[in-house]
């Protein structure tokens, strides 16, 4: 094993985020504390801060790559043919957000359960990289909108992805028992989708 002082800053820095990488995908978001990460890497907790300058800061990195993983998964082009209707792709979209949910069920909650401290602030930079998340879902619903139509076409955009995103969480915390007993989230998704795309065209 290397000595402590022949990683560079960025070494560590790569170091500190794949350790809480793994960590989260094993245990959850909450197992990740500046002792495991330390311990993992061999380091001392103090170094994490050398580094960092919070957790939080550790936590909104995470936070990044799990867009950057999930971002690169429904935007693959592949999946999609530019061909079809919207609710066609839309509803290929769904799933595949719905398939990184169930696949990477911790880093998908970490991105959505972990709480800043009031003392800090989300970088612009992270607020940048999460509304681009939202251009991909608002170019496949662009045709369903008239021209001069851009502000409601990102709420709706923001609705659409809110109520997959409510699936996939009744979904991942096993809830959908609870509501239905004779549809399965694959077909309440198509059922939402059919129904947004529905209520657009009035």
Not at 93 to 106: K, N
Not at 153 to 160: E, N
Not at 181 to 189: N, R, S, V
Request: net charge negative.
């Amino acid at each position: 094993m290397a000595r402590r002082n022949d990683h560079s800053r960025e070494e560590l820095k790569t170091m500190i985020l794949d350790a809480a990488w793994n960590i989260t995908g094993d245990e959850g978001f909450s197992a990740v504390t500046a002792r495991r990460i330390a311990r993992a890497i061999g380091y001392t907790p103090g170094t994490i801060y050398n580094v960092f300058t919070s957790m939080d800061d550790v936590l909104i990195a995470l936070c990044a790559r799990v867009v950057d993983e999930l971002s690169a998964m429904i935007t693959l082009p592949s999946h999609y043919d530019p061909a079809a209707r919207p609710d066609h792709n839309l509803k290929i979209m769904a799933r595949l957000y719905r398939r990184y949910a169930s696949d990477h069920l911790h880093h998908w909650m970490l991105l959505f359960g972990y709480n800043l401290t009031e003392s800090t602030q989300v970088p612009e930079w992270y607020n940048e990289k999460i509304a681009l998340l939202f251009d991909p879902l608002e170019q496949m619903i662009s045709p369903l909108f008239a021209p001069g139509g851009e502000r409601r076409k990102k709420i709706a955009a923001r609705i659409l992805w809110s109520s997959v995103h409510g699936l996939c969480f009744l979904e991942a915390t096993r809830k959908i028992p609870f509501i239905t007993d004779y549809a399965d989230p694959e077909e309440m998704m198509d059922y939402m989708i059919d129904g947004f795309i529905s209520g657009i065209g009035r």
